[in-house]
């Protein structure tokens, strides 16, 4: 474990559910992040939030809606997702928001949308 | 706008050998760069940062450079072994300064 839990590991979902994705930390980080890796291409940042207050919003689609109710969680909400939306999501913190101190990820959900 | 490029999709080394990874960024003059360790299925581990002002960052076979003029940071791992194989990501800020932006990596084999 690396400190940072993300839960479920892995997620099927249908184009019209609803589900959530889950990460936890206790590292005492003040930010934390949602990236979105998928095949052959580079993590894309998502969502950033430093003392549980959004700070980037990356021109993500509003199927995608971010909850971070305390410093230790941070959610990701899904619904009426699309196929292209399957991919490995991924959960980090830091110290700081920024690049000042390295990053702290979790393993990640991998997300199917069928 | 920003970009990283990371020259090499893959890279096949012998053990023992020093592997020799490329990071090239365009449009930015970050303050920070990182590198990081992927391995399949799991997600980045962090290994190193350096600063603008720092020239080489070591960490027991890793070493680190940064060459802002180049605009170009060089990752060797000396000694490599085959438990190094992995996906290698260059990382540094976005020009916002609130995040880390990804280049696409380079997977290294280390054969025996």
């Known amino acids: 474990e690396t400190g940072v839990t993300q839960t479920p590991r892995h997620l099927v979902m249908g184009m019209t559910n609803k589900k959530s994705l889950k990460c936890e930390q206790h590292l005492g980080h003040n930010a934390m992040y949602w990236y979105k890796q998928s095949a052959k291409k580079p993590l894309e940042l998502m969502f950033v939030y430093s003392l549980e207050e959004r700070v980037e919003n990356n021109s993500v689609p509003s199927r995608f809606s971010p909850e971070c109710p305390n410093s230790s969680h941070l959610f990701l909400h899904l619904h009426t997702l699309q196929p292209e939306d399957s991919a490995l999501y991924l959960c980090a913190s830091s110290q700081n928001h920024g690049s000042q101190n390295g990053y702290t990820f979790g393993s990640g959900t991998r997300l199917t949308v069928v | 706008s920003q970009k990283i490029e990371q020259n090499s999709e893959a890279l096949n080394i012998q053990e023992g050998k020093t592997a020799t990874l490329t990071c090239n960024y365009t449009?930015?003059?970050?303050?920070?760069l990182q590198w990081y360790r992927q391995d399949p299925g799991r997600g980045p581990v962090f290994l190193l940062l350096i600063r603008e002002n720092e020239k080489e960052k070591r960490k027991e076979r890793l070493k680190v450079t940064f060459d802002t003029t180049l605009k170009q940071s060089l990752f060797h791992i000396t000694a490599s072994q085959p438990a190094d194989s992995a996906t290698y990501l260059c990382a540094l800020d976005n020009q916002a300064g609130t995040a880390l932006i990804f280049g696409k990596g380079t997977t290294l084999s280390v054969s025996s």
């Open positions: 449009n930015y003059s970050p303050a920070y």
